[in-house]
């Protein structure tokens, strides 16, 4: 077989596809998918945007890579803009979600160590938190099934219930350099953080000198309505990383930070051989094109309105399959009643995709492009699953 000779590291679907259109995956066989995955909230403004794609062409004619041994205009012009629509002063690109968290972590650590504070390295996170696979960032999110097997847990990370204060006020020690959080929990059951909590969370740091890190790798460009999800709150941190969306399926992350946050970061402590690159510039600034034209942004919040009352409808219909319905904007989980593993296939089954996550949630993830028939066709999807779900109990209890 052909995946003989890759790493035995995912659990893959038994489907192929070899082009996109919009909100829809096109498989081998020519059997057309409603993807409400979006390759896990990454192809934010749909499979083959004309006007992506125009921009990755240009530049492909041109230069793909240079490295940040030399300038790049369309660092600049990029940075700018994310810069111009943020609290943010500065940017530092990557190439991942990961990376941006690795840059976020070192920001904060070098921060306190510039302000001759070299104890204060500890950065407290949330229990549910995922920020990325690489050691830092398993670490940070301090789930065991991905600690498991890798040696020591980096050192650093201090770990609270996710949204108790109380908890978090008895963490601080004169170690801590920062906290770390996800608006809303992707990976751990698309749990949302209060605007209150978020608020509370700023006002601690400000009181004791720690720096606030939000991870909007999932949670940002205009996933939840508004270009980054604190926005809601209007809690602001000091240091923010951003990926997914931003690159609309090209691989392109971003460390945003103020001035203040990121002046430990002089030359030579940072550095990235491909992240800034021509090519990811390029797309970066035409996927921001779109989510910043007039009315996109509201388009958003207008069909995630469609979506979130034709779910609450389905989950009063059909409680014995649908628990629960959580999240914001474009980014909302289904909470099963029944095995997620199984609604999940049921969903596949009906040519609707959707992405697992923990607590027996499945996320319903869309290009941030979806019409409201589209939301309307994947609920009639949605409803389908449920329907062979449930006939599927009747049959089992027969």
Known sequence: M????????????????ERGEGVWLISETGERYLDFGAGVAVTSVGHSHPHVVGALKEQADKVWHLSNIYEIPGQETLA???TDA??????????????????????????QFSKGHPERFHIITFEGAFHGRTLATIAAGGQEKYLEGFGPKAPGFDQVPF???????SAITNETAAILIEPIQGEGGVRPATNEFLKALRAICDEHGLLLIFDEVQTGMGRTGKLFAHEWSGATPDIMAVAK???????????????EAASGMKAGTHGSTYGGNPLAMAVGSAVLDVILAEGFLQQVRDVSLVFRQGLASLKDRYPDIIEDIKGEGLLLGV?????????????????LLGVPAGDNVIRLLPPLV???????EGLARLERAAE??????????A
């Open 2 to 17: 052909a995946e003989a000779a890759l790493y035995d590291t995912y659990s893959r679907a038994p489907l192929r596809f």
């Open 80 to 82: 700018k803009r994310l």
């Open 86 to 111: 943020t609290f943010a002063d500065k940017v530092f690109f990557t190439n991942s979600g990961a990376e941006a968290l690795e840059c976020a972590i070192k920001t904060a650590r070098r921060y």
């Open 163 to 169: 949204g108790d204060l109380d908890a978090l006020r």
């Open 245 to 259: 969306g931003i690159g609309g399926g090209f691989p392109l992350g971003a460390c945003l930070a103020t001035a």
């Open 335 to 351: 909470k099963a009643a029944v095995p997620s593993s199984e609604l999940l296939q049921a969903i596949r089954d009906a040519h």
């Open 370 to 376: 979806v019409t409201a028939d589209e939301a309307r």
């Open 388 to 397: 062979s779900v449930r006939a599927a109990k009747v049959k089992k209890t």
